[in-house]
């Protein structure tokens, strides 16, 4: 619900509220030789959202998460 209310509430852009969440933090946290983007060699950890923000699925550590 963050990253949604970040969006439509602030209208901060899809691409930059994914900089706010994820790259920048991990980035700050020294962590982002682990995680913080999509790339060969990282964590796979992600979140699929539809048109409307919410959430369809999770991939933590390369697993899908099951969600009920």
């Known amino acids: 619900a963050a990253f949604r209310n970040v969006v439509t509430t602030v209208g901060m852009s899809v691409a930059d509220a994914?900089?706010?969440?994820?790259?920048?933090?991990?980035?700050?946290?020294?962590?982002d030789h682990e995680v913080?983007?999509?790339?060969?060699?990282?964590?796979?950890?992600?979140?699929?959202?539809d048109g409307t923000l919410q959430t369809q699925c999770v991939m933590h550590g390369g697993q899908w998460v099951t969600m009920e």
């Open 36 to 49: 913080g983007s999509l790339a060969a060699g990282l964590r796979a950890d992600l979140v699929v959202l």
């Open 18 to 31: 994914v900089h706010a969440t994820a790259t920048g933090p991990a980035r700050l946290l020294g962590l």
